[in-house]
């Protein structure tokens, strides 16, 4: 009889898990009390990009007189088509990922899921029905969901989650961010060049305070959200959230995560905005779903501990994505490739997940992508590491774009040349990121990169720029 196998969710996570697992032969059932796609599909990465989009070509639009386009009026946002584009979209990948589980003849069960005791689950549907079934192998691949600050919950009308703001009716006149992380610094491009006043507010020291990012890129960001109009605090965090006469009252105070602050950065500043969007981090769903029904503990946050293999501490269970928390990458791609390697070895195989080239990508305005470690973490490895920087404005492709903001830099070696980090802020960053991953991936060196001929006029052609710089060869940058 086939192995059968049993996902908690249909997210990038448990829907990839489902199809690698039927394509090893195995009877599988995955499990989604929401819509299939999770929280990628519906409520974070396309929804999000999709504004994104409108909001990049908006900006366009208000550049038309400089490309030699004349216009009548300027160019307005029609929310409601908007919406209407980002709803189609979703729909038509949320069907295709439904066609696809249909194609491998994966039961896609409707509800609520719990585990009821080793080899057992359940789920209960909206309209009350329970269905019960039994695993040999169980994935779980439940995801996360916005964190609530519990001084300033989320009443989804003006203090707002990630999933309100992807479903709003207009734009707000002035809007306070909470967290200047990857989601905060991405919304708060799209909605300031949607024409709202934004303000982020960032407890550590610079906007994307992620290790992963290179602090040029941050500083970079920095300078490009000021030309926004953008207005951002460091160092500092929101106190308080009240209503008031014309919106909220918000009160901005020092960050008790600061190791130094001027004394201009204690004095606290209020300021009075129409909404708050609150983005300071993702709760796990691992509450009520019957871990404890097989022993299986969650840490004090309630994230699952897995090892390499995607094993948690109970034989026959594997858990993949948001839900393994901030420890390990909480990225659509990362959960994917987890889903791949649990499926297999739930079907007998056994592959080690391997962390060293995640690539990571910032839909801001403009674009950050970064691959591998900065320098700062080579060096704290005890490499002898070099950083080689190319400008933007250097390459014919970003003059003929008109997008000259940005830089490319390679870390590398500098004694072999192998590449260990690429980290890139600028014109489709994330498009170009795909060669530095590889190269990080596959232990390639700069020697690899300046022996590829890049297409020209590409805005590929930074890498190269950058990798003849790091041989002492560089040419324009
Ligand atoms: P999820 O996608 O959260 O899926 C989990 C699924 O499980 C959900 O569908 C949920 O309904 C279901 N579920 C939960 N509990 C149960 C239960 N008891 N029974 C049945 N079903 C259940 N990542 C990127 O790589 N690139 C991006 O550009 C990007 N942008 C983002 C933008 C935003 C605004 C947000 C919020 C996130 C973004 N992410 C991005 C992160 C990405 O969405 C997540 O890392 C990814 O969705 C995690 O996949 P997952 O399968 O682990 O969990």
Same mark, same amino acid.
């Given at each position: ?321 948001? !839900? ?7 990225? %659509? /791609?990362?959960?994917?490739? #987890?889903? &791949? @390697?649990? =499926? ?101 060196? !700069? ?7 890049? %297409? /020209?006029?590409?805005?590929? #052609?930074? &890498? @190269?720029? =950058? ?11």
């Amino acid at each position: 009889m086939a192995t059968q196998v049993t996902i908690l969710g249909a997210g990038p996570g448990g829907y990839v898990a489902a199809v690698r697992a039927a394509q090893l032969g195995a009877d599988v059932t995955v499990v989604e009390k929401e819509q299939v796609g999770g929280t990628c599909l519906n409520w974070g990465c396309i929804p999000s990009k999709i504004m994104k989009v409108t909001a990049e070509l908006l900006e366009k639009f208000h550049q038309a007189d400089a490309f030699g386009i004349r216009t009548k009026g300027p160019a307005t946002l029609d929310m409601e088509k908007l919406m209407s584009r980002k709803q189609k979209v979703v729909s038509a990948q949320i069907k295709g990922i439904e066609g696809l589980l249909a194609h491998h003849r994966i039961r896609l069960v409707r509800g609520n899921a719990r585990v009821e005791g080793h080899g057992k689950a359940s789920a209960i549907s909206e309209n009350g029905q329970v269905k019960s079934w039994e695993w040999d192998r169980l994935i779980i691949a439940t995801g996360s969901r916005p964190f609530s600050v519990p001084a300033f919950p989320f009443d989804g009308r003006q203090i707002l989650s990630s999933n309100h703001i992807l479903g709003i009716e207009s734009v707000p006149e002035s809007i306070v961010i909470v967290g200047g992380g990857v989601i905060g610094c991405e919304f708060a491009c799209i909605l300031s060049a949607m024409g709202a006043k934004v303000t982020v507010v960032e407890a550590l020291d610079r906007m994307l305070p992620l290790p992963s990012v290179d602090a040029g890129c941050s500083k970079v960001l920095e300078r490009e959200m000021k030309k926004r109009k953008i207005k951002f605090y460091v160092n500092r965090v929101v106190a308080s959230i009240e209503p008031a006469a014309g919106g909220l009252a918000v009160i901005i105070g020092p960050s008790p995560f600061a190791s130094h602050l001027k004394e201009k950065d204690r004095v606290p500043v209020a300021t009075t905005v129409e909404k708050a969007l609150v983005c300071i981090g993702r709760s796990p769903n691992t509450k009520n779903i019957g871990l404890s029904t097989i022993g299986l503990e969650t840490d004090a946050k309630g994230w699952i501990p897995v090892n390499d293999r995607m094993q948690t501490g109970v034989p026959g269970v594997y858990a993949i994505g948001d !839900v393994l928390g901030p420890e390990r990458v909480m990225l %659509a /791609h990362v959960a994917s490739t #987890e889903a &791949m @390697l649990a =499926a297999e070895n739930a079907m007998g195989g056994d592959r080690a997940m391997d962390y060293t080239a995640v690539p990571g990508a910032i839909f801001t305005m403009p674009e950050v992508a970064c691959v591998g470690l900065t320098e700062a973490q080579a060096r704290e490895k005890g490499c002898n590491a070099r950083t080689d920087t190319v400008l933007f404005r250097s390459i014919g492709k970003a003059q003929v774009i008109g997008e000259l903001a940005g830089q490319a830099s390679i870390v590398s070696d500098a004694g072999s040349g192998r590449l260990l980090g690429v980290h890139i802020i600028g014109p489709h960053a994330t498009d170009l990121l795909g060669e530095g991953t590889l190269a990080v991936a596959s232990g390639l060196g !700069v020697t690899d990169i300046t022996d590829t001929i890049h %297409a /020209h006029p590409t805005l590929a #052609e930074i &890498m @190269l720029e =950058a990798a003849l710089k790091a041989t002492g060869k560089a040419l324009h940058g």
